[in-house]
């Protein structure tokens, strides 16, 4: 569907936590507050962008199931509480009825603790948090709010004190708290509660500055190039290379995607450019790296040196977060640089954690520390293979 009609699969029923959740159907007058972007469906679904006409019609069903249950033990007076975003398309804006949390840890590395009542959780991040349990013993919504102008959809599971029973209704029905929220429906924070700045909270901690210069830098502009093609590169990454013979030995199976001449213990800048309408969440396998600025309105120097004397209020080199991946602003001209130290060889992936565009191309290969990797042992390409050769067409997800 999303490669012959462009469809993007992006209208969820629910958001689930732990596997659990309800399909809540919103009042259409609720639904219509936030139709800045497009007429939604009863799902809270924009019409898509592309394709429309292929797509059978949905409509929202509620469901009772059980909320997931997070519940303190006697005498806690902390719940710490990790978060880890396994899905495919919406950003989620994470926030507990009346309740601060404490940022501790990003990534599986602690960070300089900072207290707020909301963050972000993109696609394959990992967020801990410490929840001081100094409120009113009762249930409180976990809220996860989609941040993607697509769908306007929340998901909700409960933080329970110790010793309370569940609440539930005369059919057997779970009842959601009825707690006071920090967020809205799309996310935005309602009052003066604070939400988490992706930039400038995660200090590193113990403090680990990045290297104040770099060797290399590699400029990628995010694109769609068709309704089914996402690109990082010149070209979408071809799927059909997974097929062919491994790129460690031969050449051939690298193709425009990949990127090689990055030394063992070098540093490296990766400057990621928006050329379209979309968020992307970017990962880097194989090492952390230092996302030390963002901004607006394209990068227009040459490399991040002559950025860092032009611009050095879109730039943190003293503590910014160290992560496994970045994210990229959407719209047209938003950038994010990371810098990283290539600590040992690897052939390391590069791509964004949308499925839409991880499956339409976006994504490349580094080969890293390529210098010191050892040739292939002999053995190695004589092991169990395929001699299939994929015809070399053009195009993602062939
Ligand atoms: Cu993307």
Not at 161 to 183: E, F
Not at 274 to 285: L, R, V
Not at 314 to 335: E, K, Q, T, V, Y
Request: net charge negative; charged share 20%; aromatic share 8%.
């Amino acid at each position: 569907m999303f490669r012959d009609a462009g469809v993007t699969p992006d209208c969820a029923a629910s958001l689930v936590t732990n596997g659990k959740g309800r399909i809540t159907c919103l009042d259409p007058e609720v639904i219509k507050q936030y139709s800045k972007h497009g007429p939604r469906n009863d799902m809270g679904c924009l019409v898509p962008r592309h394709g429309a006409e292929f797509t059978n019609k949905r409509t929202c069903k509620e469901s009772n199931t059980d909320f997931e249950v997070v519940q303190a033990k006697d005498g806690q007076e902390y719940l710490f509480l990790n978060f880890i975003h396994p899905g495919a398309h919406h950003e989620l804006r994470i926030s507990i009825d009346e309740h601060d949390m404490w940022l501790v840890a990003a990534d599986g590395d602690f960070v300089k603790p900072k207290k707020v009542q909301a963050f972000n959780l993109n696609m394959g991040d990992r967020i801990s948090v410490l929840v001081p349990l100094d409120k009113k013993v009762g249930d409180y919504a976990i809220r996860l709010a989609s941040l993607s102008t697509e769908q306007v959809i929340q998901g909700l599971s409960i933080l329970r004190y110790p010793n309370q029973p569940d609440a539930r209704d005369k059919h057997g029905v779970m009842l959601a708290p009825t707690s006071t929220s920090h967020i809205n429906l799309v996310g935005d924070m309602i009052s003066n509660s604070i939400a988490m700045d992706e930039l400038t909270d995660l200090s590193p901690f113990p403090a680990r500055q990045p290297p104040a210069t770099s060797d290399t830098t590699l400029r990628f502009m995010a694109n769609q190039t068709s309704p089914s093609t996402w690109v990082l590169a010149s070209e979408p990454h071809q799927g059909f290379r997974q097929q062919m013979p491994p790129i460690l030995w031969n050449e051939e199976s690298r193709g425009p995607t990949t990127f090689s001449g990055l030394k063992n213990g070098s540093v490296v800048d990766i400057i990621y450019e928006n050329g379209a309408y979309a968020m992307h969440p970017f990962h880097k396998h194989n090492h952390k790296a230092f996302i030390i600025g963002r901004g607006e309105g394209y990068f227009i120097w040459p490399d991040v040196a002559t950025a860092l004397k032009k611009a050095p209020e879109n730039f943190n080199m003293i503590d910014p977060p160290l992560r496994d991946g970045a994210r990229l602003s959407a719209g047209p001209g938003s950038w994010t640089v990371i810098r990283y130290t290539i600590t040992f060889p690897a052939m390391s992936m590069l791509h964004c954690h949308r499925i839409a565009h991880f499956a339409g191309g976006q994504q490349i290969v580094l080969v890293e520390g390529g210098d010191t990797m050892p040739p292939a042992p002999d053995y190695i390409k004589h092991l169990t293979h395929s001699e299939f050769v994929p015809p070399l067409r053009y195009g993602p997800l062939d």
